[in-house]
C-alpha cells in the first residue's frame, strides 16, 4: 500500500525466478465426481490472473486446493517453488497464500479494526500473542488499508454490522493485510453495485505488482476493466487462455456458457 | 479495552491504560466489603461464602473456555476433582505417623501405601500437584482432541464421558481413594488446625485474594490479543486458520487455564469443606458449574462470580427445605436462562441500559457515558 512497506516487502522475499505459483495436474476427487479433473496453472509474481467458467466449473474448489481445504486425490501444488500439497492449511497462509472467500468471511464479533489487526500480525505463533502492544508498522499498514478500503470511519464498529458490499472490502483489505505473496480473490464483486464494482476493479489493479492476484469473477464488465488475462476453465478441466477480448470471441467459451445457459432453461 | 470509553482518571507507570473510572470504584468497595465479612457474618456464613468463591475460580475459567473460547466443557468436575483429592491425599497423610496408612486403606485392607500416593507426602508436591496435575491432564487431553478438530457438541460430550469415567473410577478404587465417601477428617494444613477462627479466616481471605488476583489476570487475557484471537477463533475457526493461524494451541491453552482453576477451586474447597468425595466431580457438579456461568453471563467475570453465588445460596436454600427439588428447579433456572436471558445476569444488566431507569442505574455504577 505505501512505497516503503512494499520495497521492503519484496526485499525480503524476491527469490530468483519469476515463477510464483504452479498447480500441476491437480484431480480433487468428491466421491467419484471430479470437482479438478487433472488441471494446471501456473502464475507469476505479481501478475493478474482471471479464473472464469460457469457454475460448478471447479473455480472454488481450486482456490480450496491451493490453500488447502480441500486436498488433491492427484498432482501437486507447487508455491515459490516448494511443493505446499500436504501442508497444514495455516503453513500454506504463513508462505504467502492468503484468500477471499465467496460468502464473506469476516469475523462477525470483532470491530473492523481487530479483523485487520488480526490479519496484518506477521508473527502468527500463539505464544507472541500475549504481548501487549502492537507493531508501529502493523498499525500503520491498517491505518492505510482501513483508507483505501473506505472504511476508515467504521472502525470500531462491530464487523457484522457492515453492509453485504462493505463486508466484501473488509474481506479484501484483510487478505490485503497478510501481506501473502498471492491473493485469491472468490467472487469479490458479489452484491455490488456497479459502481462499487469499478471501485474495487481499481483496488485490484493497484495490488498486482505488490501481490499476484488470482480474480474469480462472472461479471463481464468487472473483467473488461481488470483487463487481465483470463483463463477459463470447464467441468473441472482447463478449457482456454487469453486476452478479455479473445476469451468473449472464443466460440468454444461461449458454447460452454451458452450450453450452460440452456441448461439451465431448461431446469427452470 | 472497553474501559477507555468511560469517563475516569488514567494511570500512569505499570497501570498505564488502566482507568480508575466508576466501575474500578465500585469493585474496589465490593472487594472491601468482602474482606469484611469475617466481622459481618456468622462463622457459618462464612464457610459457605469462602467455599462459593472458591467455585468461582472455576466459573470465571469456565468464562475464558466457554465464553471467550467457545468450548463447552462438561467435564471441570474432573479438575476440580484433581486439585480436591491432591490437596486432601496429602493431609490424609500428614495427619499420619511414620510407616502408618490412612483409616480407610486399613479397613480395606491395604498394607502399603499405594505408589501414587507417596509423593503426596511432601506439601510442596501437594500444592504443585493441585495446579500441575489438572494443567497437565487438561493440556494433553485438550491438545489430543483439539488438533483431530473435534469441537462443539462433539467436544461436550467427551469431556462429560470424561466425568462418569472419573467419578466411577474413584468410586470403584475404594481401597486407594476413599470411594463412595471420598476423604475426609482432616485436622491440619501446613501445621495449622483448621478448626480454629484464625485459619478460617485466614482460608478466607486467601479464597478472596485469589478471586480478585484471578479476576485481574484473566481480564488482561481476556484484553489481550490472545483474547482477542480466542473470540475470533470462537466466531470463525476456519477464517483465523486460513489467516495463517493454528486454532489448537490458543483452544489448548484457555482449556489448561480454565483446569488450573478448577483444579485451585477444587483445592480451597476441600479446605473449606472438610471433604472431597466423588459425588462432588461427577457429571451432574459438572452440569452445575456451567449453569453457575449461564445464570451469570458466560462472557462477564464479574457476572460469572454472581452466577456462582446466586445459583449456589439458591441451592443451599431450596436443598435444605426440600432437597428433592434441587435439581428440578436448577434444570428450570437453565432452560429459562437459555430461552430468556442468553446474556445471564450480566446481560441483564447491560440491557437494562435500554431503559430510563437501567440508564439510570447504569449512569450511577458506570459514570457518564461518553
Ligand atoms: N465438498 C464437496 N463435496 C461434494 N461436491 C462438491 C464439494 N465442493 C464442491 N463440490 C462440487 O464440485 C463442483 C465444483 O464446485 P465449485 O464450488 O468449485 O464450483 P465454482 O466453479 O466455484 O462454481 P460457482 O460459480 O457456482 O461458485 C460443483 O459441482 C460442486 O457441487
Ligand atoms: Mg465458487
Not at chain 2, 495446579?131 to 460430550?157: C, I, K, M, N
Amino acid at each position: 500500500m505505501n512505497a516503503q512497506a512494499t520495497a521492503s516487502h519484496i526485499g525480503t522475499t524476491a527469490p530468483a525466478s519469476t515463477l510464483l505459483l504452479a498447480v500441476d495436474g491437480v484431480t480433487v476427487d468428491f466421491d467419484g465426481f471430479k470437482a479438478l479433473n487433472g488441471f494446471s496453472l501456473t502464475l507469476d509474481r505479481g501478475t493478474l490472473r482471471v479464473l472464469i467458467g460457469p457454475n460448478g466449473a471447479g473455480k472454488s474448489t481450486l482456490c480450496d486446493a491451493i490453500i488447502g481445504r480441500v486436498r488433491a486425490t492427484s498432482g501437486r501444488v507447487i508455491f515459490k517453488d516448494q511443493d505446499i500439497t500436504h501442508l497444514p492449511e495455516h503453513e500454506i497462509v504463513r508462505r504467502g497464500i492468503c484468500r477471499k472467500f465467496q460468502t464473506p468471511g469476516v469475523l462477525p464479533g470483532l470491530s473492523v479494526v481487530d479483523n485487520l489487526m488480526i490479519a496484518a500480525k506477521r508473527d502468527r505463533r500463539w505464544w507472541s500473542t500475549f504481548r501487549h502492544g502492537v507493531a508501529a508498522e502493523e498499525k500503520a499498514r491498517v491505518a492505510d488499508i482501513l483508507e483505501t478500503i473506505g472504511l476508515a470511519d467504521r472502525a470500531a464498529a462491530p464487523a457484522g454490522h457492515l453492509a453485504h458490499g462493505e463486508k466484501q472490502w473488509l474481506e479484501i483489505g484483510m487478505v490485503v493485510a497478510t501481506r501473502a505473496d498471492l491473493l485469491l480473490l472468490d467472487e469479490p464483486t458479489a452484491g455490488m453495485g456497479p459502481a462499487e464494482t469499478s471501485q474495487t476493479a481499481a483496488l485490484i489493479r493497484r495490488l498486482v505488482g505488490q501481490h499476484a492476484v488470482l480474480v474469480i469473477d462472472h461479471d463481464m464488465s468487472f473483467l473488461e476493466q481488470l483487463d487481465a488475462r483470463v483463463t477459463v476453465m470447464h467441468q473441472g478441466q482447463f478449457l482456454k487462455e487469453g486476452s478479455v477480448a479473445a476469451i468473449r470471441a472464443d466460440a468454444d467459451v461461449a458454447a460452454v456458457y451458452l450450453g450452460r445457459a440452456k441448461e439451465d432453461t431448461h431446469h427452470g | 479495552m472497553d474501559m477507555s470509553m468511560r469517563k475516569g482518571t488514567p494511570l500512569s507507570g505499570p497501570l498505564a491504560g488502566v482507568t480508575l473510572g466508576r466501575p474500578m470504584a465500585l469493585s474496589l468497595a465490593v472487594v472491601a466489603l468482602a474482606a469484611l465479612a469475617p466481622w459481618l457474618v456468622s462463622a457459618y456464613e462464612l464457610n459457605l461464602l469462602a467455599r462459593f468463591l472458591a467455585m468461582a475460580l472455576l466459573a470465571m475459567g469456565l468464562v475464558l473456555v466457554w465464553g471467550q473460547g467457545g468450548v463447552l466443557s462438561l467435564g471441570q468436575g474432573v479438575f476440580f476433582g484433581l486439585g480436591g483429592y491432591a490437596i486432601a491425599m496429602h493431609m490424609k497423610l500428614a495427619a499420619l505417623g511414620d510407616g502408618d496408612l490412612p483409616d480407610f486403606m486399613v479397613w480395606s485392607g491395604l498394607d502399603a501405601l499405594p505408589w501414587w500416593w507417596v509423593p503426596f507426602k511432601s506439601p510442596l508436591v501437594a500444592i504443585l500437584g493441585v495446579v500441575l496435575v489438572p494443567g497437565v491432564v487438561a493440556a494433553l487431553f485438550s491438545w489430543a482432541v483439539f488438533r483431530r478438530r473435534v469441537g462443539g457438541v462433539y467436544f461436550a460430550l467427551i469431556t462429560q464421558a470424561l466425568a462418569l469415567a472419573f467419578a466411577t473410577l474413584l468410586i470403584s478404587q475404594q481401597p486407594s481413594t476413599g470411594g463412595f465417601n471420598g476423604l475426609t477428617d482432616f485436622q491440619t494444613v501446613m501445621g495449622v488446625d483448621l478448626g480454629t477462627p484464625a485459619a478460617a479466616h485466614g482460608l478466607y481471605w486467601l479464597t478472596l485474594a485469589l478471586v480478585v488476583g484471578v479476576f485481574v489476570a484473566l481480564r488482561a487475557l481476556m484484553t489481550s490479543r490472545y483474547g482477542t484471537l480466542l473470540r475470533a477463533i470462537r466466531d470463525g475457526e476456519n477464517r483465523i486458520r486460513f489467516l495463517g493461524y493454528d486454532p489448537t494451541p490458543f483452544k489448548v491453552v484457555a482449556f489448561t487455564i480454565g483446569a488450573v482453576l478448577a483444579g485451585l477451586a477444587g483445592a480451597l474447597f476441600t479446605l473449606h469443606a472438610g471433604v472431597v468425595s466423588p459425588a462432588l466431580v461427577g457429571v451432574v457438579p459438572s452440569i452445575e458449574m456451567v449453569i453457575w456461568v449461564a445464570v451469570g453471563g458466560r462472557n462477564s467475570l464479574a457476572g460469572a462470580i454472581a452466577g456462582t453465588l446466586a445459583v449456589n445460596l439458591a441451592k443451599d436454600g431450596v436443598s435444605s427445605a426440600f432437597p428433592d427439588l434441587w435439581l428440578y428447579a436448577l434444570g428450570l433456572v437453565f432452560v429459562l436462562v437459555v430461552t430468556l436471558l442468553p446474556g445471564g445476569l450480566a446481560g441483564l444488566v447491560a440491557d437494562a441500559g435500554g431503559t430510563t431507569w437501567g440508564r439510570r442505574l447504569k449512569t450511577l455504577i458506570m459514570g457518564e457515558a461518553k
